[in-house]
Structure formats: structure tokens, C-alpha cells
């Protein structure tokens, strides 16, 4: 049921583009987007409602293949600031209200 | 708005003791869940609660519990507690009961001796 995250760990340049991927198994509700800098709480970045409707940060672009069960976050032009640990969250047709992280992406982004 | 708010920030406990942490939701908000975070395990889901009521619980042994009050606060309990419990525990809040952005407290860092 957790969501899978993809890939684990990467490492940019400053300027370099990263994509992270999500996959579930079963129909997705929603997929939310989470970045947490060591030692804080999680933000909220991005969330994708099935059909189509999405909401969040404007430098943050995220697409949903809701016939797949699939979310990739798209982080272009990176800036020192993207570092962090990225999470998908999940949400279910039948579960509203309970969302499932991923284990979720660590994004290092060097000068 | 004021963001949602944890306390104690940090608690140390010995096993077998038990421990209430408190989450106060941004103004507005009726949905709050709660995770454990921990190195190896990630983002675990724990509980939500909405107006009062609980409605999803996630793999969690009976030892933790929580309920949520009339203003929309809530409360986790963790009884009998184990070296294991040591953890960073999240709240969040939220407007709508699904489908909706969260919002992460700073969280309570428990650690059991």
C-alpha cells in the first residue's frame, strides 16, 4: 500500500533538473508533495486530485497519470535551496483522510 | 494564521512510562493526523481525526491512541512505552476532511531510555 519513490537519492549541480517519481498499486484519490529540510517539519508543495485538478507552489510543477497510479515532480533550473528529503503522499478512494508517504527522495543539490 | 503547534518540542521518557503529546490545529482546520517519523521507517501514519471523530488508523499497536476535542485540538497517548517509541512525532492539520494540503507541526522528539 506505501507508495514507491524513485529514485532514492540523487545529486545536482546548481541549475540542473531532477525528476522524482511516485507509483501505487492501487486507484489514487490524491498524490501529495512534501519537502522536509533536515531537522523541520515537512512543506507542503504540491497536491494532485484525480481529474486534473491541481494545487500549489508556482515553481513547482507535478504531473498525475491517474490510468497509470503515477505522480513525478519535476524540479528544473535546481537552486542550493531544493535540498532536502522530498515525500509523495497518497490518498485512496475508500480512505479519504489517510495519506501513506513513500520512503521517500533524497535531493542534494551542490554549488 | 497561526501554524499548528506541538507540545512538548521534546520529551524523555524510560520504558514502561506513558506520555500525552498535544497538537493545536491552525484556526479553522477540523482534520488533524498524526505520524512517527523515525530514520529508518520514514513517514509512518498513526491516526486522523475529524470533528472529534476518529476515521483512519494506520498499523499501530494498541498502545497508542489519541482523541481530538471539540476545538479541534488532539492529543496522542502512548502507553507502556518502548525503547522502540523513540521517534520524531508529527502533527498535521488540515481544512477539508480529504483531499486537501496539509500542514506539519515542528513536532515532538521523544526518546525512550
Known amino acids: 500500500q506505501q507508495p514507491v519513490q524513485s529514485p532514492q537519492a540523487v545529486i545536482l549541480r546548481e541549475g540542473e533538473d531532477a525528476v522524482i517519481n511516485c507509483s501505487s498499486s492501487?486507484?489514487?484519490?490524491?498524490v501529495h508533495w512534501y519537502r522536509q529540510k533536515h531537522g523541520e517539519a515537512p512543506v507542503f508543495l504540491m497536491i494532485l486530485l484525480k481529474g486534473g485538478e491541481q494545487k500549489g507552489h508556482e515553481k513547482i510543477s507535478a504531473s498525475f497519470n491517474e490510468k497509470k497510479q503515477q505522480s513525478s515532480l519535476y524540479l528544473t533550473a535546481s537552486q542550493l535551496s531544493y535540498s532536502g528529503t522530498y515525500f509523495c503522499?497518497?490518498?485512496?478512494?475508500?480512505?479519504?483522510?489517510?495519506?501513506?508517504f513513500g520512503q521517500g527522495t533524497e535531493l542534494s543539490v551542490k554549488p | 494564521k497561526a501554524g499548528v503547534t506541538q507540545t512538548p518540542r521534546y520529551l524523555i521518557k524510560t520504558r514502561g512510562q506513558q506520555v500525552t503529546l498535544s497538537c493545536s490545529p491552525i484556526?479553522?482546520?477540523?482534520?488533524v493526523s498524526w505520524y512517527q517519523q523515525t530514520p529508518g521507517q520514514g513517514l509512518q501514519f498513526l491516526f486522523e481525526?475529524?470533528?472529534?471523530?476518529?476515521?483512519n488508523k494506520g498499523n499501530f499497536p494498541g498502545r497508542f491512541s489519541g482523541r481530538q476535542f471539540s476545538n479541534s485540538r488532539s492529543e496522542m497517548n502512548v502507553s507502556t512505552l518502548e525503547l522502540g517509541d523513540s521517534a520524531l512525532y508529527l502533527c498535521?492539520?488540515?481544512?477539508?476532511?480529504?483531499?486537501?494540503?496539509?500542514?506539519f507541526g515542528p513536532g515532538t522528539r521523544l526518546t525512550v531510555l
Open positions: 498535521a492539520s488540515r481544512e477539508r476532511e480529504y483531499r486537501d494540503e496539509q500542514f
Open positions: 503522499g497518497t490518498e485512496f478512494y475508500n480512505q479519504g483522510g489517510k495519506l501513506i
Open positions: 492501487k486507484a489514487l484519490y490524491s
Open positions: 481525526y475529524f470533528s472529534e471523530t476518529q476515521r
Open positions: 484556526s479553522g482546520h477540523r482534520s
